[in-house]
């Protein structure tokens, strides 16, 4: 896999996984295997808006013309400085491997070519797996923050500085 920032289009032939800028157009691919790669509903936390808008801050990781991952992020458009991760996805067959390692490092680049010195996500704190991976990218971890999402809907910060 390649862990090269930016967006543009590259793979690693050892991996056959390319790794390029998200489309409008992926927008179905995506929410297709959604639920499933999670093992429960998730595709309401991300509407078409995301790849509408957010496209070319967002990545598509391919096996062939499978899909084998997707980062979905953006520029915020209100804190020039920081960057936010919304939603990422690796195909449960290919995890273990790296792969949500180079999309972030990927989304990393793109932040810091768009002048952007953090980038942030959040979780719910039940999420072990994803509080343990940021920790291991060398995210901060901030909660869990009661109500931070309205009522009864805590969530865990995460945030990491660029450069």
């Known amino acids: 896999m390649d862990s090269t920032s930016g967006g543009g289009a590259s793979g690693d032939s050892a991996s056959g996984i390319s790794v390029r ?3 409008a157009a992926d927008y179905e691919r995506i929410v297709a295997v959604a639920d499933d790669w999670w093992g429960r509903p998730v595709r309401q936390v991300l509407p078409r808006l ?12 391919e096996a062939g013309e499978s899909l084998a991952g997707f980062c979905v992020g953006f520029m915020s458009p209100s804190v020039p400085d920081a960057a936010y991760i919304h939603f990422v996805g690796v195909d449960p067959r290919l995890r273990g491997r790296g792969l949500a390692r180079v999309l972030y490092s990927r989304f990393f680049g793109l932040a810091t070519a768009d002048g952007r010195r953090v980038v942030r996500a959040i979780t719910s704190p039940a999420n072990r797996g994803s509080i343990a991976f940021h920790t291991a ?3 901060t971890v901030t909660g869990p923050i009661p109500d931070y999402d309205g009522p009864s809907v ?7 500085r660029l450069g």
């Open 21 to 23: 800028a998200a489309t």
């Open 50 to 61: 995301f790849l509408d808008h957010f496209h070319a801050t967002s990545l598509v990781a």
């Open 137 to 139: 990218l060398g995210f």
């Open 154 to 160: 805590d969530r865990v910060l995460f945030e990491r």
